[in-house]
């Protein structure tokens, strides 16, 4: 699994668990994946957004998110 950060190929090591309310039900999870580089761009992007809902380490992303 590799970094969702635009040009980024490095490991991912975090997933960030994120909805948009205005077109997911609550309960849903989506994920970005992304290298210790580049988790606290990402998480600021969904935070700002009111769109993160967790961010987990890779091994832990739940069996029904994406």
């Known amino acids: 699994m590799t970094c969702s950060a635009k040009a ?3 490991e991912a090591v975090w997933a960030h668990l994120w909805n948009n309310p205005k077109l997911h039900t ?3 999870r989506k994920v970005w994946l ?3 580089e580049h ?3 990402l998480g ?3 935070s700002l ?3 993160l809902r967790e961010t987990v380490p890779v091994a832990e992303i739940p069996a029904d998110a994406g």
């Open 8 to 10: 980024c190929r490095r």
């Open 44 to 46: 600021d992007f969904l």
């Open 34 to 36: 992304a290298c210790d």
């Open 49 to 51: 957004r009111g769109f």
């Open 26 to 28: 609550p309960e849903r």
């Open 39 to 41: 988790r606290v761009s």
